[in-house]
Every structure is written in structure tokens, then in C-alpha cells.
């Protein structure tokens, strides 16, 4: 263990609850050099410890809990944390983030980071606080919404305890099942299904609390720039920070770029605007909802407003949520969206995939391949709130036809037939972001090529196809969105960007530039790191992952867009006519990976990051 590098406490927690015991130990000097922390220390723990024979739901995987370097300093938006395992929903990497207090709050407690082994033969949550943990019996919380949890676990613990929660989705080992934290704020670790592994170990909470102090090396460099940067961030974020993350739905349906009825039409003029930021604020009493030191406040928190549906109270619908319950399924109420948000929290069901996959079983049943019989009597319709409310309710409690759904659109086609899997858009058994690559070509690539699916945020190169540039990492000016040149280049740079933020714990809506956050992470840590160096990091993190999953047999014949998005052109809409040539942009990505043609990383590629080790590791049919 080292203690010479800020932003660390030096210690992670190793729980087993098969044998009921908890223990500190110290971080790898490597770890924290090479891996930056969240995400990144997560592949390696992963990477050595579970593979292809690992069972998602079973006691050998195990499930990290982490923060990163920069988690509850004075970096902005630095108050995110990375939950990781083999994912249930995929069978391959999984990972899903969330920002808030949580991650801070563990880290206070005295851990970078909780890794979670084994299985509790009952219920229990797991308390840390000031370098110390228990087990502790969660029977009388076991069958809870998450707000109910939260609120009893933090009356049995600490009234400012952060905590960490599935929902009956997840005690019901749900596919679709995420990890919520903060209550009624609902902070979402939602994607890859890890509300299903904690359901599988029994483990319904973790509450977390602490005063210990996070240290920087240089805070007076963290103060100064911050100082500098902030006006910039504050100017550039007005309508984020009035309206939410919604703002943006009216704009994406203009570009093309938002996806409507299971992703089959170009546009939808005639909802977007009824559903988005705007109107939630002009039309809902809300208040901000702000992470760790951040300055844009994104967030919205619905405050009891009643509707015909129930009501609402608690943290509103991001752009994801409102598209996938909203636009997806053709659902123009604003009332049923924030509701059907408001129960997937409850829930604690990932909005995207739960969305995405309703929206294929309703084109399914329009076009006669599942009928009354297949649904239990419900007939599903698009714009019907009461389909996607009954369906929500059904896929958290394994009930009926919602056992069948629960389990993602994939494994749900491949178990009606008929045809159905040419309707579920999904990669790799993930559903696609909200976000369509005809409207943006580079994400068909970072689709097709993303560690846990189809995941925007793994690649984010579609922000440099708007508006965004960053010369520290040589993207000088926003490329031209439906062109194929220059895009594999792009998504490898994203890519690796991505992988540095989610080691690091940093928010992606904070974009100051590489070169700027390399500043943060060196006044941190005390590393003397620029934004080549930091982007290494992250491309080095990236390649472990595939290699995990290359392990789990993923190859280039995973690497592939659902035939909806490769083949089918919109005749109207801000894309029309536009389709992302996945097969030109692939066959660059490899060679410029230095990954074979069939998309296993080459001995030699693995050497030139410092994977060695990990290299040998692999069975020998891998190695190239």
C-alpha cells in the first residue's frame, strides 16, 4: 500500500457473504497507477477473478463497488461511483454509473472501493462507517420499493447515510434489474442488470458514512482551476441546469437522433415537444438536484405533484427515460412518462432497457407474431400508458408475460421465435442508448464495439459529430455526422476518454478537455500525467475489458448493428436517407486497435499498454 498519491485512502473492504465476514485491504500500487480507480480497478479485480464458466447469478461472481481518484475532492463533478460484475442481462463485462453523494460518502467512510463475494443464505445489507463494516440482517426490509429502503436502512444506521439499494426487480433477480441509491432521488446504476447480482447474493443495501478526510496533493490547484473554468461551464450549461437533461429531446427529434416506435420512425413532431425539460419544468413543481461539487445541476426532482396516475415524487426522467418510455413507445402524456419513470425507480428497473424492450413486444403484437395468449390477455398498443405501466409492474415481479420481457429484448426474442429477434435492437444482448446512429454514423461503430453493448457513454463520439471539439486530443473542429472518414479514430479517442472519466469517477457532462482534466487528476493524485498520457490509461482499461469479454467468446461476429439500423433508411426526419457503414469504419477500428481482423487485441497491442500479464493469462487459441 502506498499513501503517497492523493485522492486515495489506500484501502478497499473484501466482503464474504458466504462466510460472513468482512476484512481491509490495501490497494496494488499498480492498481492505482495503471488503473486509475473505479471502472478500470473493477476490469482488473474482474479480469483475475471470474470468465467465461462464472454464472452472473451465482456466488462466484463477485460485485466492486468503487470510487475514483477524484471522488469527493473539489474537482467538479466529481461525486460519481462505478458499480461492476459479470453482467446477468449480457454475460459479459458489466458496469453502470451513478453520481450523487454515495460514492463520496464511501470514501469518507475509509474504502476506495467495497468488493463483494459470495451469497448471505438470508437477506442482509451491508453498513460501513469509519474504517469499520458489518453484516446486518435486511428481513424486515427484503420486498421494499428502493424509497422504503432507503428511509429504513438510514433509521437503522445513520440519518446521513448514503444508500445503495435494489427493489423487488432486483430481489426477483430481474435481468433488467439496477442499482439505486439516494431514495427518492434515485440516483441509477441501472444498466447490465447488477440489481440482479445483489438480489442473487441476498444483498438488498449497502448504507455508507464516514468523516474521514479525501486529500488532495495540490488543492490550491484544484481551487484555481476550477476558478478558471467555471464561468465557461456556467455559460455553456444554462439550459441543462433550468431544464435537465430533457432540454434536448425536441432537438434530437429535429436531427434524427431520437428513437421513436422501437425505432422505426424518423420523427415525431407531434409529441416530442409535449414530453421534454421544458415541459416538465413549466408544467410540474421541481427543484434541482445537484451531485458533489457540481456546476451544472442538471438533475430534476418532481416534488408532490398529483396526477391521474398516482403521485409523483421523487427524481423526474432524464433524456433516456423520457425517450425510451416516451418516444419509443409513442407515449405523448407527460403524467404516464414521469409515472412510468417514477416505477421503474421504485422498481429498480434500468428505464432504457425496460423501455426499448416494451416497444418491441408492442411492434410485435402489431404485427401478429405475439398475440392475446402470448401477453395473458393484455393487448399492447403504441401511445397506451396503461400497457407500459401494467408491463413495468409485470417485468419487476416475474410475473406472466413481464418474466419473458424482464429478460431483455434478446433472450425474450429468442424464446418467442417467429422471427421476432429482427425487432429487438439490441448488441451484444444489451438494448441501444437513446440515441440513433443514422443520425450520428460514428455511434453504429461505438455501438457495435462498446465492453458492456450498446452503450453511448463507453464511445461518446457523437458530441464530437455536434458541436464539441478538444484540441488536447486532437479533435479540433466537430466532424460531419453522416460521413464514415475519420470516424474509427474517433471512436478509439472516445473510448479511451470514456475509460479514463469512468475510472476516475468524473461526471461526462463536465467537459473541460483532456488536457484540463489531466490537470485535475495530476493536482490530485500528485502524478505528473497530460492528456496523452491519461487517454493511455484509458485505452489500457478499454483493452482489458474487451479482453475479458473476448474470454467470454466475443469476437467480430458480436461486433455488429441490428439489422433495423443497418439496412432501414428514414424517408423523412433529420437523418433521412442516412444509414452508418459499419463495415468500412470496423475494418479501420481493428487495424488501428492493432487488433486482429477477427477483433481479438494482438499480443503485440497488448505489450505496448502493459498488459503482459494479463496477455499470458489468455488460453493460447486467443493469443495472436
Same mark, same amino acid.
Given at each position: 500500500m502506498t499513501r503517497s498519491l492523493g485522492g486515495f485512502t489506500g484501502k478497499l473492504l473484501e466482503v464474504d457473504l458466504s462466510e460472513g465476514t468482512v476484512r481491509a485491504v490495501p490497494q496494488r500500487n499498480r492498481d492505482m497507477m495503471e488503473f486509475i480507480g473505479g471502472s478500470g480497478i473493477s476490469a482488473r479485480i474482474l479480469f483475475e477473478e471470474t470468465g467465461p464458466d462464472t454464472d452472473p447469478l451465482g456466488p462466484e461472481n463477485v460485485l466492486c463497488f468503487m470510487t475514483g481518484p477524484v471522488t469527493g475532492t473539489e474537482v467538479f463533478s466529481s461525486g460519481r461511483h462505478e458499480v461492476s460484475a459479470k453482467s446477468p442481462?449480457?454475460?459479459?463485462?458489466?458496469?453502470?454509473?451513478?453520481?450523487?453523494?454515495?460514492?463520496?460518502?464511501?470514501?469518507?467512510?475509509?474504502?476506495?472501493?467495497?468488493?463483494?463475494?459470495?451469497?448471505?443464505?438470508?437477506?442482509?445489507?451491508?453498513?460501513?462507517?469509519?474504517?469499520?463494516?458489518?453484516?446486518?440482517?435486511?428481513?424486515?426490509?427484503?420486498?421494499?420499493?428502493?424509497?422504503?429502503?432507503?428511509?429504513?436502512?438510514?433509521?437503522?444506521?445513520?440519518?446521513e447515510a448514503q444508500v445503495s439499494c435494489i427493489g423487488v426487480a432486483g430481489e426477483n433477480m430481474v435481468p433488467l434489474a439496477g442499482v439505486l441509491s439516494e431514495g427518492r432521488r434515485a440516483r441509477a446504476a441501472a444498466r447490465s442488470g447488477l440489481g440482479a447480482v445483489m438480489g442473487s447474493k441476498n444483498l438488498k443495501a449497502l448504507a455508507v458514512w464516514g468523516k474521514g478526510e479525501i486529500t488532495s496533493r495540490n488543492p490550491e490547484g484544484i481551487r484555481a482551476l476550477n476558478l478558471k473554468l467555471g464561468p465557461g461551464i456556467a455559460a455553456n450549461t444554462v439550459g441543462m441546469r433550468k431544464y435537465g437533461t430533457g432540454a434536448s429531446l425536441d432537438f434530437g427529434n429535429r436531427v434524427g437522433d431520437l428513437p421513436t416506435r422501437n425505432w422505426g420512425q424518423g420523427s415525431w413532431d407531434e409529441g416530442a415537444d409535449k414530453i421534454g425539460g421544458i415541459k416538465i419544468v413549466e408544467t410540474m413543481k421541481t427543484r434541482k438536484s445537484v451531485c458533489h461539487r457540481c456546476p451544472i445541476a442538471c438533475g430534476k426532482e418532481i416534488v408532490e405533484t398529483p396526477t391521474k396516475f398516482g403521485m409523483l415524487n421523487g427524481r423526474g426522467p432524464e433524456y433516456e427515460s423520457l425517450a425510451s418510455l416516451g418516444s419509443m413507445v409513442l407515449v405523448d402524456d407527460l403524467e404516464a412518462v414521469c409515472y412510468a419513470n417514477e416505477l421503474c425507480n421504485l422498481y429498480g428497473l434500468d428505464t432504457i432497457s425496460a423501455g426499448a424492450t416494451i416497444a418491441f413486444a408492442i411492434e410485435l403484437f402489431e404485427r401478429g407474431i405475439i398475440t392475446?395468449?402470448?401477453?395473458?390477455?393484455?393487448?399492447?398498443?403504441?401511445?397506451?400508458?396503461?400497457?407500459?405501466?401494467?408491463?413495468?409492474?409485470?417485468?419487476?415481479?416475474?410475473?406472466?408475460f413481464g418474466s419473458i420481457l424482464g429478460l431483455g429484448s434478446r433472450e425474450a426474442a429468442r424464446r418467442i421465435g417467429r422471427n421476432a429477434e429482427e425487432y429487438a435492437v439490441q448488441v451484444k444482448g444489451m438494448e441501444m442508448a437513446m440515441h440513433d446512429p443514422r443520425a450520428r454514423s460514428?455511434?453504429? /461503430? %461505438?455501438?457495435?464495439?462498446?465492453?458492456?453493448?450498446?452503450?453511448?457513454?463507453?464511445?461518446?463520439?457523437?458530441?464530437? $459529430?455536434s458541436r464539441a471539439t478538444d484540441p488536447s486530443i486532437g479533435i479540433p473542429e466537430p466532424l460531419p455526422p453522416f460521413a464514415t472518414e475519420g470516424k474509427a479514430e474517433l471512436v478509439i479517442k472516445s473510448q479511451s476518454l470514456g475509460s479514463a472519466y469512468d475510472s476516475l469517477c468524473l461526471c461526462?457532462?463536465?467537459?473541460?478537455?483532456?488536457?484540463?482534466?489531466?490537470?485535475y487528476y495530476s493536482y490530485v493524485t500528485g502524478m505528473?500525467?497530460?492528456?496523452?498520457?491519461?487517454?493511455?490509461?484509458?485505452?489500457?482499461?478499454?483493452?482489458?475489458?474487451?479482453?475479458?469479454?473476448?474470454r467470454c467468446g466475443i469476437s467480430r461476429k458480436d461486433d455488429v448493428l441490428p439489422?433495423?439500423?443497418?439496412? /432501414? %433508411?428514414?424517408?423523412?426526419?433529420?437523418?433521412r436517407g442516412n444509414l452508418p457503414f459499419l463495415g468500412r469504419m470496423l475494418s $479501420?477500428?481493428?487495424?488501428?486497435?492493432?487488433?486482429?481482423?477477427?477483433?481479438?487485441?494482438?499480443?503485440?497491442?497488448?505489450?505496448?499498454?502493459?498488459?503482459e500479464r494479463e496477455a499470458e493469462s489468455m488460453p493460447s487459441h486467443l493469443r495472436r
Amino acid at each position: 500500500m502506498t499513501r503517497s498519491l492523493g485522492g486515495f485512502t489506500g484501502k478497499l473492504l473484501e466482503v464474504d457473504l458466504s462466510e460472513g465476514t468482512v476484512r481491509a485491504v490495501p490497494q496494488r500500487n499498480r492498481d492505482m497507477m495503471e488503473f486509475i480507480g473505479g471502472s478500470g480497478i473493477s476490469a482488473r479485480i474482474l479480469f483475475e477473478e471470474t470468465g467465461p464458466d462464472t454464472d452472473p447469478l451465482g456466488p462466484e461472481n463477485v460485485l466492486c463497488f468503487m470510487t475514483g481518484p477524484v471522488t469527493g475532492t473539489e474537482v467538479f463533478s466529481s461525486g460519481r461511483h462505478e458499480v461492476s460484475a459479470k453482467s446477468p442481462q449480457t454475460g459479459i463485462f458489466g458496469e453502470a454509473s451513478a453520481g450523487g453523494y454515495f460514492g463520496v460518502a464511501l470514501k469518507r467512510s475509509g474504502f476506495d472501493g467495497i468488493v463483494i463475494r459470495g451469497r448471505a443464505p438470508k437477506p442482509v445489507y451491508l453498513w460501513v462507517h469509519d474504517d469499520t463494516a458489518e453484516i446486518r440482517s435486511a428481513s424486515d426490509i427484503w420486498g421494499k420499493d428502493t424509497f422504503k429502503t432507503d428511509e429504513m436502512v438510514r433509521a437503522e444506521t445513520h440519518p446521513e447515510a448514503q444508500v445503495s439499494c435494489i427493489g423487488v426487480a432486483g430481489e426477483n433477480m430481474v435481468p433488467l434489474a439496477g442499482v439505486l441509491s439516494e431514495g427518492r432521488r434515485a440516483r441509477a446504476a441501472a444498466r447490465s442488470g447488477l440489481g440482479a447480482v445483489m438480489g442473487s447474493k441476498n444483498l438488498k443495501a449497502l448504507a455508507v458514512w464516514g468523516k474521514g478526510e479525501i486529500t488532495s496533493r495540490n488543492p490550491e490547484g484544484i481551487r484555481a482551476l476550477n476558478l478558471k473554468l467555471g464561468p465557461g461551464i456556467a455559460a455553456n450549461t444554462v439550459g441543462m441546469r433550468k431544464y435537465g437533461t430533457g432540454a434536448s429531446l425536441d432537438f434530437g427529434n429535429r436531427v434524427g437522433d431520437l428513437p421513436t416506435r422501437n425505432w422505426g420512425q424518423g420523427s415525431w413532431d407531434e409529441g416530442a415537444d409535449k414530453i421534454g425539460g421544458i415541459k416538465i419544468v413549466e408544467t410540474m413543481k421541481t427543484r434541482k438536484s445537484v451531485c458533489h461539487r457540481c456546476p451544472i445541476a442538471c438533475g430534476k426532482e418532481i416534488v408532490e405533484t398529483p396526477t391521474k396516475f398516482g403521485m409523483l415524487n421523487g427524481r423526474g426522467p432524464e433524456y433516456e427515460s423520457l425517450a425510451s418510455l416516451g418516444s419509443m413507445v409513442l407515449v405523448d402524456d407527460l403524467e404516464a412518462v414521469c409515472y412510468a419513470n417514477e416505477l421503474c425507480n421504485l422498481y429498480g428497473l434500468d428505464t432504457i432497457s425496460a423501455g426499448a424492450t416494451i416497444a418491441f413486444a408492442i411492434e410485435l403484437f402489431e404485427r401478429g407474431i405475439i398475440t392475446e395468449k402470448d401477453t395473458d390477455g393484455l393487448r399492447l398498443s403504441w401511445g397506451d400508458p396503461h400497457t407500459v405501466h401494467r408491463l413495468l409492474y409485470l417485468m419487476a415481479h416475474n410475473e406472466g408475460f413481464g418474466s419473458i420481457l424482464g429478460l431483455g429484448s434478446r433472450e425474450a426474442a429468442r424464446r418467442i421465435g417467429r422471427n421476432a429477434e429482427e425487432y429487438a435492437v439490441q448488441v451484444k444482448g444489451m438494448e441501444m442508448a437513446m440515441h440513433d446512429p443514422r443520425a450520428r454514423s460514428s455511434l453504429g /461503430l %461505438a455501438y457495435a464495439t462498446a465492453n458492456r453493448g450498446a452503450c453511448h457513454l463507453q464511445g461518446q463520439s457523437s458530441i464530437f $459529430e455536434s458541436r464539441a471539439t478538444d484540441p488536447s486530443i486532437g479533435i479540433p473542429e466537430p466532424l460531419p455526422p453522416f460521413a464514415t472518414e475519420g470516424k474509427a479514430e474517433l471512436v478509439i479517442k472516445s473510448q479511451s476518454l470514456g475509460s479514463a472519466y469512468d475510472s476516475l469517477c468524473l461526471c461526462r457532462y463536465f467537459r473541460p478537455g483532456m488536457d484540463k482534466v489531466a490537470e485535475y487528476y495530476s493536482y490530485v493524485t500528485g502524478m505528473d500525467v497530460d492528456a496523452a498520457g491519461l487517454m493511455e490509461m484509458g485505452h489500457r482499461i478499454y483493452t482489458l475489458k474487451r479482453l475479458y469479454n473476448v474470454r467470454c467468446g466475443i469476437s467480430r461476429k458480436d461486433d455488429v448493428l441490428p439489422g433495423r439500423i443497418a439496412t /432501414l %433508411a428514414f424517408p423523412d426526419g433529420g437523418s433521412r436517407g442516412n444509414l452508418p457503414f459499419l463495415g468500412r469504419m470496423l475494418s $479501420e477500428y481493428y487495424g488501428l486497435q492493432g487488433w486482429s481482423e477477427d477483433g481479438i487485441p494482438t499480443m503485440h497491442a497488448l505489450r505496448s499498454l502493459g498488459l503482459e500479464r494479463e496477455a499470458e493469462s489468455m488460453p493460447s487459441h486467443l493469443r495472436r
